[in-house]
């Protein structure tokens, strides 16, 4: 899967966004420069496997990012959680 380059993106920022490591967007676009991204320039992403979890009784964020080796913050951002990062039973989050 191809996704297009926006305004203010570097590998760092799309890695994060991904949950993929830096190493491996490079070696998934073997010739892009990461210092010169060009706005609308598309990078290979697949092969980046999402995980998910489904909420039961006593998940936390932090608990299940610390689990499946994510941050707080990505899982917050991967699944627009709010700024109390409240979760509810049965809603399946994206965690890696």
């Known amino acids: ?13 799309i890695a994060k966004r991904y949950g993929t490591t830096v190493d491996n967007l490079k070696s998934l676009n073997p010739k892009v420069d990461p210092s010169s991204l ?14 998910y979890h489904t909420v039961v009784k006593g998940d936390t964020v932090s608990a299940l990012a ?10 917050k951002e991967w699944n627009k959680l709010d700024s109390n990062y409240t979760i509810q039973n049965g809603q399946k989050l994206r965690v890696k």
């Open 66 to 75: 610390k689990k499946y080796g994510s941050t707080i913050i990505q899982v």
């Open 38 to 51: 060009q706005i609308g320039y598309k990078l290979v992403v697949s092969g980046l496997k999402a995980t």
């Open 1 to 13: 899967m191809a996704k297009s380059h926006v305004n203010g993106d570097t590998f760092y920022s």
